[in-house]
Nanobody, 124 residues
Framework: QVQLVESGGGLVQAGGSLRLSCAASGRTFSNYAMGWFRQAPGKGREIVAAIRRSGLSTYYADSVKGRLTISRDNAKNTVYLQMNSLKPEDTAVYFC?????????????????WGQGTQVTVSS
């Protein structure tokens, strides 16, 4: 089992920044690829960004490229999502997820473990 706990969400004005963190426990963190997903009211869960277990490769949804950055610190068992130039359409609950494997995974059904989510609200 892997336990994931997100933090760092909140209310921010358009153009502002937030940094989400996801702390993992229970298994060897460096064995897991990680992803950030989001779900807005009335919409499905969508991939935001993903990172290989080594941290050497990343993936971003087109809607966030150039604004959001995923990173990880395997020594701290933590994955981060730096969010800059936020827009109202970024408003959603953000989830981190873990997948045992050596690739980048972009589909929600590929992930084995999920955090409880953290709310991000961007006001216009």
């Amino acid at each position: 089992q892997v336990q994931l706990v997100e933090s760092g969400g909140g209310l921010v004005q358009a153009g502002g920044s937030l940094r989400l963190s996801c702390a993992a426990s229970g298994r060897t963190f460096s064995n897991y690829a990680m992803g950030w997903f989001r779900q807005a009211p009335g919409k499905g869960r969508e991939i935001v960004a993903a990172i290989r277990r080594s941290g050497l490769s990343t993936y971003y949804a087109d809607s966030v490229k150039g604004r959001l950055t995923i990173s990880r610190d395997n020594a701290k068992n933590t994955v981060y999502l730096q969010m800059n130039s936020l827009k109202p359409e970024d408003t959603a609950v953000y989830f981190c997820a873990a997948k045992s494997g050596s690739y980048i995974y972009t589909n929600y059904y590929e992930y084995d473990y999920w955090g409880q989510g953290t709310q991000v609200t961007v006001s216009s």
